[in-house]
């Protein structure tokens, strides 16, 4: 078996392009915590690679593909007034533009965890929103009961095993760790 972590970057400051002071301190606090993984990759934007950095891990890769949720994707979402885990589910269910991009992301992050050995440990950092997508496409049972989207560096934590997605869990952040 495979483990996937895929977590949302952490704060930033406002409009900005990295990490806010309390940013950084919140990235240092979950990656205290965390495991070691066999290998780390981000989405290119500043706020994710920091966001890996400030953890404690070596960004191994950056892909463009874990950048952004396009703008035809987004102005559905909108559309749809999509607030939970539940509610990306049905519209990826739905297929069209959404649900391509919901499994091209599964695709993505099921080709980057299937380079690992057997038991390999990988840490993805992205962005709010694409982690919810992909992760309706990848397991879609599970997901449906996941709640309210991801905030700062909370995310999900997926295994594979067989070619397959097999379970899942969410993985939320204290709230009293995002105070200043």
Do not use: C, K
């Not at 205290?32 to 290119?44: A, E, Y």
């Not at 499994?103 to 390999?120: F, Y």
Request: aromatic share 6%; no cysteine; glycine share 14%.
């Amino acid at each position: 078996m495979r483990l996937l972590e895929h977590r949302r970057h952490s704060h930033r400051s406002p409009g900005g392009l990295h990490l806010s002071p309390t940013g950084v301190a919140l990235a240092r606090r979950v990656g205290s915590g965390s495991p070691g993984f066999d290998r780390v990759v981000t989405s290119p934007r500043p706020r994710a690679v920091e966001t890996a950095e400030a953890m404690g891990f070596r960004v191994d890769s950056e892909l463009e593909g874990l950048g952004s949720v396009p703008d035809a994707v987004s102005d559905r979402l909108a559309e749809a007034s999509r607030s939970s885990f539940a509610g990306f589910v049905d519209i990826v269910e739905l297929g069209g533009i959404v649900g391509r991009f919901a499994n091209d992301q599964a695709a993505l992050w099921a080709g980057e965890v299937e380079r690992l050995r057997d038991g390999g440990r990988l840490l993805l950092v992205s962005h709010g929103h694409l982690i919810e997508l992909g992760t309706a496409a990848a397991l879609p049972a599970a997901a449906r009961s996941w709640g309210s989207l991801l905030g700062y560096l909370e995310g999900v934590r997926l295994f594979r095993e067989g070619g397959r997605w097999v379970g899942g869990e969410v993985l939320r952040i204290d709230p009293a760790w995002t105070r200043a």
